[in-house]
């Protein structure tokens, strides 16, 4: 088993900056790839970013490509995400996430809890 737990989210001006964290505990995170989704109430949780086990290969949604950057640290168990240039539009529940690599929910096997991420206008 792993556990998730975000940190970071809040409320932030549009051209803000916000920095997402994910602790992963339990089993071993080296091997797992790392994700992030994003959901809003009444849509489908989207991909948003992904990272493989060591960090070197990243993915990334058109529509936050260029802006997040995703990041993992093994060492400390953690993966980030740096979120600038946010947009209204970004405003969402983020979750992490750790399986395969994928973009689609499927493809993961453990889920944190979310953080609430909003942008104002």
């Known amino acids: 088993q792993v556990q998730l737990v975000e940190s970071g989210g809040g409320l932030v001006q549009a051209g803000g900056s916000l920095r997402l964290s994910c602790a992963a505990s339990g089993r071993t995170f080296s091997p797992l790839f790392m994700g992030w989704f994003r959901q809003v109430p009444g849509k489908e949780r989207e991909f948003v970013a992904q990272?493989?086990?060591?960090?070197?290969?990243?993915y990334y949604a058109a529509s936050v490509k260029g802006r997040f950057t995703i990041s993992r640290d093994n060492a400390k168990n953690t993966v980030y995400l740096q979120m600038n240039s946010l947009k209204p539009e970004d405003t969402a529940v983020y979750y992490c996430?750790?399986?395969?690599?994928?973009?689609?929910?499927?493809?993961?096997?453990?889920w944190g809890q979310g953080t609430q991420v909003t942008v104002s206008s």
């Open positions: 990272v493989s086990w060591t960090g070197s290969s990243t």
């Open positions: 996430a750790a399986g395969g690599w994928s973009t689609t929910r499927t493809g993961y096997d453990y």
